[in-house]
Protein backbone atom coordinates (compact mmCIF):
# COMPACT_ATOMS: atom_id res chain seq x y z
CA UNK A 1 0.00 0.00 0.00
CA UNK A 2 1.51 3.14 -0.90
CA UNK A 3 1.79 5.77 2.14
CA UNK A 4 2.77 9.65 1.29
CA UNK A 5 3.97 11.48 3.91
CA UNK A 6 4.06 15.36 4.08
CA UNK A 7 6.52 17.16 6.47
CA UNK A 8 8.51 20.33 6.94
CA UNK A 9 8.24 23.32 9.33
CA UNK A 10 4.48 24.45 10.54
CA UNK A 11 5.38 27.92 11.14
CA UNK A 12 6.95 30.68 8.19
CA UNK A 13 7.78 34.21 8.23
CA UNK A 14 6.46 36.02 5.88
CA UNK A 15 8.83 37.36 2.73
CA UNK A 16 10.56 33.82 3.20
CA UNK A 17 10.51 30.27 1.60
CA UNK A 18 8.25 27.77 2.33
CA UNK A 19 9.74 24.08 1.82
CA UNK A 20 8.13 20.80 1.98
CA UNK A 21 8.85 17.71 1.27
CA UNK A 22 6.47 14.78 0.58
CA UNK A 23 8.01 11.12 1.32
CA UNK A 24 6.72 8.18 -0.91
CA UNK A 25 6.78 4.86 0.91
CA UNK A 26 5.30 1.20 -0.69
CA UNK A 27 6.41 1.77 -4.26
CA UNK A 28 8.66 3.56 -6.28
CA UNK A 29 8.26 7.42 -7.49
CA UNK A 30 10.20 6.46 -10.63
CA UNK A 31 6.63 4.69 -11.73
CA UNK A 32 5.80 4.82 -15.17
CA UNK A 33 2.57 6.91 -16.18
CA UNK A 34 1.87 8.78 -12.66
CA UNK A 35 2.67 12.32 -11.46
CA UNK A 36 3.26 13.21 -8.13
CA UNK A 37 0.91 17.05 -7.13
CA UNK A 38 1.01 19.42 -4.37
CA UNK A 39 -2.15 20.19 -3.43
CA UNK A 40 -3.10 23.37 -0.79
CA UNK A 41 -6.29 24.45 1.08
CA UNK A 42 -6.58 27.66 3.05
CA UNK A 43 -8.68 27.83 6.12
CA UNK A 44 -12.24 28.23 4.53
CA UNK A 45 -10.96 27.57 0.73
CA UNK A 46 -10.92 25.50 -1.96
CA UNK A 47 -8.74 22.71 -2.96
CA UNK A 48 -5.76 24.33 -4.77
CA UNK A 49 -3.63 22.98 -7.34
CA UNK A 50 0.13 23.62 -7.08
CA UNK A 51 1.78 22.31 -9.20
CA UNK A 52 2.89 18.61 -10.15
CA UNK A 53 6.32 16.75 -11.43
CA UNK A 54 7.01 13.62 -13.38
CA UNK A 55 10.07 11.54 -12.15
CA UNK A 56 11.59 12.52 -15.23
CA UNK A 57 11.37 15.98 -13.72
CA UNK A 58 8.90 17.25 -16.42
CA UNK A 59 6.68 19.85 -14.14
CA UNK A 60 3.45 21.91 -14.71
CA UNK A 61 2.85 24.91 -11.94
CA UNK A 62 -0.11 26.86 -11.46
CA UNK A 63 -0.15 30.40 -13.46
CA UNK A 64 -1.20 31.76 -10.41
CA UNK A 65 1.42 30.32 -8.49
CA UNK A 66 4.46 30.00 -11.14
CA UNK A 67 6.72 32.67 -10.51
CA UNK A 68 7.15 31.74 -6.63
CA UNK A 69 7.04 28.08 -7.30
CA UNK A 70 9.75 25.00 -7.47
CA UNK A 71 8.60 21.26 -7.46
CA UNK A 72 11.54 18.61 -7.51
CA UNK A 73 11.60 15.15 -7.26
CA UNK A 74 14.97 13.00 -6.02
CA UNK A 75 13.79 9.48 -6.98
CA UNK A 76 17.43 8.12 -4.58
CA UNK A 77 15.05 8.84 -1.62
CA UNK A 78 11.31 8.71 -3.36
CA UNK A 79 11.02 12.12 -1.97
CA UNK A 80 9.11 14.93 -3.88
CA UNK A 81 9.89 18.64 -2.51
CA UNK A 82 7.93 21.81 -2.84
CA UNK A 83 9.43 25.37 -2.47
CA UNK A 84 7.09 28.25 -2.28
CA UNK A 85 9.20 31.77 -1.78
CA UNK A 86 8.30 35.10 -0.68
CA UNK A 87 5.39 34.26 1.23
CA UNK A 88 2.51 35.99 3.00
CA UNK A 89 -0.21 35.36 4.85
CA UNK A 90 -2.48 33.91 1.95
CA UNK A 91 0.19 31.10 1.78
CA UNK A 92 -1.28 29.31 4.99
CA UNK A 93 -2.78 26.64 4.19
CA UNK A 94 -3.05 22.80 4.51
CA UNK A 95 -0.46 21.62 1.86
CA UNK A 96 -1.18 18.14 0.77
CA UNK A 97 1.36 15.80 -1.56
CA UNK A 98 -0.81 13.62 -3.67
CA UNK A 99 -0.32 10.86 -6.37
CA UNK A 100 -2.41 11.81 -10.02
CA UNK A 101 -2.22 8.62 -11.92
CA UNK A 102 -3.35 10.39 -15.06
CA UNK A 103 -5.86 13.12 -15.56
CA UNK A 104 -6.32 14.61 -12.37
CA UNK A 105 -7.15 11.40 -10.43
CA UNK A 106 -5.24 11.75 -6.99
CA UNK A 107 -5.47 8.21 -5.48
CA UNK A 108 -3.13 8.53 -2.92
CA UNK A 109 -3.03 11.53 -0.89
CA UNK A 110 -0.82 12.15 2.51
CA UNK A 111 -2.83 13.72 5.00
CA UNK A 112 -1.33 17.38 4.87
CA UNK A 113 0.31 19.38 6.92
CA UNK A 114 -0.53 22.83 8.66
CA UNK A 115 1.70 25.51 7.60
CA UNK A 116 1.24 29.11 9.13
CA UNK A 117 2.84 32.24 7.45
CA UNK A 118 3.44 34.49 10.79
CA UNK A 119 5.80 36.51 12.45
CA UNK B 1 -9.40 28.59 -13.18
CA UNK B 2 -11.96 29.26 -10.13
CA UNK B 3 -13.55 26.92 -8.19
CA UNK B 4 -16.09 24.53 -9.14
CA UNK B 5 -19.17 25.65 -6.91
CA UNK B 6 -20.63 22.94 -4.66
CA UNK B 7 -23.36 23.60 -2.25
CA UNK B 8 -21.68 24.27 1.46
CA UNK B 9 -23.95 21.36 3.33
CA UNK B 10 -26.08 18.70 2.50
CA UNK B 11 -28.00 16.08 4.67
CA UNK B 12 -29.91 12.93 5.07
CA UNK B 13 -31.16 10.20 7.13
CA UNK B 14 -29.67 6.73 7.47
CA UNK B 15 -30.56 4.82 3.90
CA UNK B 16 -32.19 7.47 1.93
CA UNK B 17 -30.20 8.96 -0.89
CA UNK B 18 -28.43 12.55 -1.34
CA UNK B 19 -26.75 14.09 -4.42
CA UNK B 20 -24.34 16.64 -4.39
CA UNK B 21 -23.70 18.86 -7.10
CA UNK B 22 -20.45 20.32 -9.03
CA UNK B 23 -21.08 23.29 -11.27
CA UNK B 24 -18.50 24.21 -13.39
CA UNK B 25 -17.99 25.79 -16.90
CA UNK B 26 -17.72 25.35 -20.39
CA UNK B 27 -14.05 25.28 -20.09
CA UNK B 28 -14.17 22.81 -17.18
CA UNK B 29 -16.47 20.37 -16.76
CA UNK B 30 -18.47 21.29 -19.85
CA UNK B 31 -14.96 20.27 -21.71
CA UNK B 32 -13.66 17.77 -19.96
CA UNK B 33 -15.06 14.14 -18.77
CA UNK B 34 -12.66 13.90 -16.69
CA UNK B 35 -14.13 14.07 -13.01
CA UNK B 36 -13.44 12.55 -9.81
CA UNK B 37 -14.56 12.86 -6.24
CA UNK B 38 -12.88 12.79 -3.01
CA UNK B 39 -13.94 12.32 0.54
CA UNK B 40 -12.23 13.76 2.86
CA UNK B 41 -12.85 12.62 6.90
CA UNK B 42 -11.34 14.52 9.75
CA UNK B 43 -7.57 13.12 10.63
CA UNK B 44 -7.60 11.42 7.21
CA UNK B 45 -6.15 11.78 3.59
CA UNK B 46 -8.67 12.64 1.31
CA UNK B 47 -9.77 9.09 -0.57
CA UNK B 48 -10.60 8.90 -4.01
CA UNK B 49 -13.97 7.36 -4.64
CA UNK B 50 -14.93 8.26 -8.32
CA UNK B 51 -13.00 8.93 -10.83
CA UNK B 52 -13.10 9.78 -14.77
CA UNK B 53 -17.19 11.01 -14.00
CA UNK B 54 -18.64 7.28 -12.64
CA UNK B 55 -15.86 4.99 -12.24
CA UNK B 56 -15.11 3.59 -8.83
CA UNK B 57 -11.62 2.52 -7.74
CA UNK B 58 -11.13 -1.37 -6.16
CA UNK B 59 -12.51 -0.97 -2.80
CA UNK B 60 -14.83 2.00 -3.27
CA UNK B 61 -18.47 0.99 -2.15
CA UNK B 62 -21.00 0.76 -4.96
CA UNK B 63 -23.14 2.96 -3.09
CA UNK B 64 -21.26 5.26 -4.76
CA UNK B 65 -22.05 7.05 -8.19
CA UNK B 66 -21.34 9.66 -10.24
CA UNK B 67 -22.58 11.53 -13.74
CA UNK B 68 -22.60 14.16 -15.53
CA UNK B 69 -24.70 16.38 -17.74
CA UNK B 70 -23.16 20.06 -19.68
CA UNK B 71 -21.51 21.86 -17.17
CA UNK B 72 -22.28 19.83 -13.61
CA UNK B 73 -21.20 16.64 -12.12
CA UNK B 74 -22.65 14.94 -9.71
CA UNK B 75 -22.31 12.66 -6.78
CA UNK B 76 -24.84 10.27 -5.01
CA UNK B 77 -24.78 7.98 -2.37
CA UNK B 78 -26.93 6.09 -1.66
CA UNK B 79 -27.68 4.12 1.39
CA UNK B 80 -26.47 7.08 3.65
CA UNK B 81 -24.41 5.66 6.55
CA UNK B 82 -23.03 7.07 9.60
CA UNK B 83 -19.75 6.63 8.27
CA UNK B 84 -20.26 8.50 5.09
CA UNK B 85 -19.99 11.83 6.87
CA UNK B 86 -17.56 13.86 5.24
CA UNK B 87 -16.33 16.46 3.42
CA UNK B 88 -16.56 16.00 -0.48
CA UNK B 89 -14.93 17.51 -2.90
CA UNK B 90 -15.28 17.14 -6.69
CA UNK B 91 -12.29 17.71 -9.24
CA UNK B 92 -12.58 18.86 -13.14
CA UNK B 93 -9.48 18.32 -15.37
CA UNK B 94 -8.62 21.32 -17.44
CA UNK B 95 -6.06 20.26 -19.70
CA UNK B 96 -1.96 20.74 -19.78
CA UNK B 97 -2.29 19.09 -16.60
CA UNK B 98 -3.99 20.95 -14.69
CA UNK B 99 -7.00 20.17 -12.37
CA UNK B 100 -9.97 22.26 -10.45
CA UNK B 101 -11.35 21.68 -7.41
CA UNK B 102 -15.03 22.64 -5.77
CA UNK B 103 -15.21 24.43 -3.00
CA UNK B 104 -16.06 21.34 -0.69
CA UNK B 105 -19.45 19.66 0.68
CA UNK B 106 -20.58 19.00 4.37
CA UNK B 107 -22.07 15.59 4.35
CA UNK B 108 -24.38 15.18 7.79
CA UNK B 109 -26.39 12.29 8.16
CA UNK B 110 -29.25 12.49 10.44
Known amino acids: QLHLQESGPGLVKPSETLSLTCTVS??????????WGWIRQPPGKALELIGN???????YYNPSLKSRVTISVDTSTNQVSLKLSSVTAADTAVYYC???????????WGQGTLVTVSS | QSALTQPASVSGSPGQSITISCIGT?????????VSWYQHQPGKAPKLMIYEVSQRPSGVSNRFSGSKSGNTASLTISGLQADDEAVYYCCSYVGSRSSVFGTGTEVTVL
Open chain 1, 98 to 108: ARDRDYGNFDY
Open chain 1, 53 to 59: IYYTGST
Open chain 2, 26 to 34: STDLGSYSL
Open chain 1, 26 to 35: GGSISSNSFY
